[in-house]
């Protein structure tokens, strides 16, 4: 199973349910990006997707119809740094 087989692509939105709140929410796929074997979704709210600053979530896909929140800090570090670096270099392409 991939990301394409599922519908999920950059600029698409996807609907993921809270698991505290059963409440459905919807997220624009801002970006996919792998570190190592893994492969990472960032997602913006869609209510905040115009505005000039947002909260991103990043999710992991492991190859399953099912993405999961990144639960150890460790692994949270990585994503948040790797995803920082690649915008770096997207800033940088723009300049």
Not at 27 to 54: G, H, K, S
Not at 63 to 80: A, K, P
Request: charged fraction near 40%.
């Amino acid at each position: 199973m991939d990301l394409e087989s599922m519908g999920i692509d950059v600029g698409e939105y996807i609907t993921l349910t809270d698991e505290e709140s059963g409440e459905d929410l919807e997220f624009l796929v801002m970006y996919i990006f792998e570190i190592e074997d893994r492969t990472y979704l960032c997602l913006v709210p869609a209510d905040q997707e115009d505005e000039e600053e947002y909260e991103v979530q990043f999710m992991r896909f492991d190859g399953t119809e099912t993405l999961h929140q990144i639960e150890s800090d460790e692994e949270w570090q990585q994503v948040e740094a790797t995803f920082e670096t690649l915008m770096d270099e997207i800033e940088k392409e723009e300049d």
